[in-house]
C-alpha cells in the first residue's frame, strides 16, 4: 500500500512539474436558463399546421457550456507550441454536445513564431463563428448565441458552415492592423472516403482590419460537396462584417452571399418540395444583420434586425417522363428582431434576458404548371438565465 502511495504521489508531481513547464489551463462557462418557445408551422403539401410552445429548461442560451483545457510550451527563438482541447456538454442535463464527441467545440495543436500561426484538428470554419478563429460573426450582437431564434447563424445566414474535422489552418502576423487567414478541410464530417476527393472539403481566405476603434473582416469560402450530397455543386460563400465603437453604443453590421449552398435562412435545399429534391445547383441568396451593443445601467443592450432572400430551383421528377412539369423554383424569405439585456453579478457571473420574433417562408411554384405552394414558419421566443465563468 505504502509503495503505492509514494507511485501515485510521483505520477502527480511528474505530472504537476509537466502541467507548469507546458504552461497548462483549465476553464470554462455554465450556461443555464428558462427558456419559452411559441411556434406555428403551417405544411400546405401535406395539409399539416403545426403549432403550440414550449416552456423548458435550457442549457448555452447565451453562450454554450464548456470546459476548456489549453497548454503551450516556448521552444525558444521566438517559437511556441501549443493546443485547445474544448468539451461542449449540456448543464441542464450532463449530457456531451456535438454529437457525443468528447472535444467536439475543438481540438487543435498549433506552432506559432515569426512566421505566423499554423494549426491542425478540429476547427470552426472561418465563416463560422465558431473556435479560435471567428472573423466575421464578432460583428453581430449576439455572435452565434442567444436562444434559437434570435439571431442564430442557422436561422438566418448562409450554408452550412460549422466545425470541422481535418483541418488546417494559418493566421498571418499583424501587419499595420491586417492579418491574412487561410484554411482548408481535407474530410469536413465524418464519412471518410478512402480517396479524398470523395469527401466533403472546405477551403476558405480570409483578413481582418483593426484601426482605432474600427474593426471590420471579411471570408470567401467554398464548400467542396461530395457526390451523396443534395447539392453536389461546389458552394462559393461570401461573408463581410463591420463595427465602431462610438463609446455610447457600437453600431455593427455582417452581410453574407451564398451559392449553390446548402442550407439558406433555416431552410435546407431539400425542402422545396417535400424533400424529394434532385438538384446540382443548390440555394442562393444574401443575409444581413444589423444591431448594436449598448452600455445601459451597468450591463450591456443587445438589439439586432435580420433579413434573409433567397432562391433555388429543384427537378421533383425521380426521373419520370413528367420532367418538365416536375421542375419547381422557391422563394426564400425570412426576417427577424430580438432584444436582449445582460448584466454583471461579478467579474465571472451575469445574468441574460432575451426576447426574439422570427418569420420565415418558402414558396413554390412549378415552371410549368405556376401551382404554388407556401411553407410558412413563426417563432416567437423569450429566455433568462445565469453563465458564470470559471
Not at 61 to 88: A, C, H, P, W
Not at 322 to 341: F, K, L, M, N, P
Amino acid at each position: 500500500m505504502f509503495k503505492k502511495s509514494l507511485i501515485a504521489i510521483a505520477a502527480l508531481g511528474a505530472f504537476a512539474g509537466s502541467a507548469m513547464a507546458a504552461d497548462i489551463t483549465i476553464s470554462g462557462r455554465i450556461d443555464t436558463g428558462l427558456n419559452f418557445h411559441d411556434f406555428e408551422y403551417k405544411n400546405p403539401v401535406t395539409g399539416i399546421t403545426d403549432d403550440g410552445n414550449e416552456f423548458s429548461m435550457k442549457s448555452g442560451q447565451y453562450s454554450g457550456s464548456r470546459v476548456t483545457i489549453k497548454g503551450s510550451e516556448d521552444l525558444g527563438n521566438g517559437m511556441k507550441v501549443g493546443f485547445i482541447l474544448e468539451n461542449g456538454f449540456d448543464s441542464d442535463d450532463g449530457e456531451l454536445g456535438q454529437g457525443g464527441r468528447i472535444f467536439g467545440r475543438e481540438a487543435i495543436v498549433y506552432l506559432e513564431g515569426d512566421f505566423g500561426h499554423i494549426s491542425m484538428g478540429r476547427e470552426g470554419a472561418l465563416s463560422s463563428g465558431l473556435g479560435s478563429y471567428n472573423l466575421v460573426y464578432g460583428y453581430t450582437p449576439y455572435g452565434t448565441g442567444w436562444g434559437d431564434f434570435g439571431s442564430k447563424n442557422s436561422e438566418f445566414m448562409i450554408g452550412d458552415r460549422d466545425r470541422f474535422n481535418n483541418t488546417i489552418t494559418y493566421r498571418s502576423p499583424e501587419f499595420a492592423g491586417v492579418q491574412v487567414y487561410a484554411q482548408y478541410s481535407l474530410a469536413a464530417d465524418d464519412d471518410e472516403d478512402d480517396q479524398s476527393r470523395n469527401n466533403k472539403r472546405y477551403a476558405g481566405l480570409g483578413a481582418t482590419y483593426k484601426l482605432g476603434a474600427f474593426s471590420t473582416g471579411l471570408v470567401v469560402d467554398t464548400i467542396m460537396n461530395k457526390a451523396a450530397s443534395t447539392n453536389t455543386e461546389d458552394s462559393l460563400g461570401i461573408s463581410w462584417g463591420a463595427s465602431y465603437d462610438l463609446g455610447f453604443t457600437k453600431p455593427m453590421i455582417m452581410v453574407q452571399y451564398g451559392k449553390n449552398e446548402q442550407k439558406l435562412g433555416g431552410f435546407e435545399a431539400a425542402d422545396v418540395y417535400e424533400g424529394n429534391v434532385l438538384s446540382d445547383e443548390g440555394m442562393k441568396g444574401y443575409a444581413i444583420a444589423i444591431g448594436a451593443i449598448t452600455p445601459l445601467f451597468g450591463g450591456n443592450l443587445y438589439t439586432v434586425a435580420n433579413y434573409t432572400d433567397g432562391e433555388t430551383e429543384a427537378d421533383t421528377s425521380f426521373g419520370t417522363a413528367t420532367e418538365v412539369s416536375a421542375i419547381r423554383t422557391a422563394d426564400i424569405q425570412r426576417w427577424g428582431i430580438s432584444v436582449g439585456y445582460d448584466y454583471p453579478l461579478s467579474k465571472r457571473t451575469k445574468l441574460y434576458g432575451f426576447a426574439a420574433y422570427n418569420d420565415g417562408e418558402l414558396k413554390s411554384t412549378g415552371v410549368r404548371d405556376h401551382q404554388t405552394v407556401k411553407y410558412e414558419e413563426t417563432d416567437i421566443e423569450a429566455g433568462f438565465g445565469l453563465i458564470h465563468y470559471f
